[in-house]
C-alpha cells in the first residue's frame, strides 16, 4: 500500500469528470487499499479518487468511530434520494481547515460495486449520506465549496493559494 498524494482546491484536476471503471480488477483493488490507507493517515472520513488524480469512479468511504468498517464504491449511482434535506457541516481533505454548512438530501439509496466486482445497494442517511453525496461530488468534478457564496468561495481560493505558497 501506498499514500497518495491529495489535490488541494482550486486545482483544476478536482474539476475532471471520472470515468466508469471498466473492470474491478487487481489494479482497481490495489486504488482502493491505497485510498484507504491515504484517508486514514489524512484523516478523513471519505475520498474519491478524483482527489488523488485518478480520474475514475471509485470512492472509499469509513465513517466509523473505530476506522473499521471500510467501505468501496465503485462506480457510484445514486438510485433514490428523499424529499427532506438536512444542512451539515462538511469538511473536505482538498480543501483541509475549511468547514462550512451544505445542504444535501436526508437519506439516499446508492447501488455500486465493491472491490470485488459485486453489485450491492445500500441505504444510507446521516454522516453516511452526507459523505456519499460529498464523494459523489467528486467524480462529477465538483468540490463542496462550490455551494457556498461567491464571496466564501473567493475567499476559499485566495486562502488555499496562499496556503499552498507557504509550503
Not at 466509523?64 to 433514490?80: G, K, M, Q
Not at 460495486?113 to 467524480?139: K, R, S, T
Request: contains cysteine; charged residues 30%.
Amino acid at each position: 500500500m501506498a499514500l497518495l498524494n491529495i489535490l488541494h482546491y482550486p486545482d483544476k484536476r478536482l474539476h475532471k469528470i471520472a470515468k466508469p471503471v471498466a473492470t474491478v480488477d487487481e489494479r482497481i483493488r490495489k486504488l482502493v487499499a491505497d485510498m484507504a490507507e491515504t484517508m486514514y493517515a489524512a484523516p478523513g472520513v471519505g475520498l474519491a479518487a478524483t482527489q488523488v488524480d485518478v480520474h475514475e469512479r471509485v470512492i472509499v468511504i469509513d465513517v466509523s468511530e473505530t476506522h473499521d468498517e471500510l467501505r468501496a464504491f465503485i462506480n457510484p449511482e445514486i438510485v433514490w434520494s428523499s424529499d427532506e434535506r438536512k444542512l451539515a457541516e462538511e469538511g473536505c481533505l482538498s480543501v483541509p481547515g475549511i468547514y462550512d454548512s451544505v445542504e444535501r438530501a436526508e437519506k439516499v439509496r446508492v447501488r455500486a460495486l465493491n472491490q470485488h466486482g459485486e453489485m450491492f445497494e445500500i441505504d444510507c442517511e446521516g454522516l453516511l449520506a452526507v459523505c456519499i453525496q460529498h464523494e459523489m461530488d467528486h467524480l462529477m468534478g465538483r468540490v463542496f465549496v462550490e455551494y457556498l457564496s461567491p464571496l466564501k468561495q473567493t475567499r476559499i481560493k485566495t486562502k488555499m493559494k496562499k496556503l499552498a505558497h507557504a509550503m
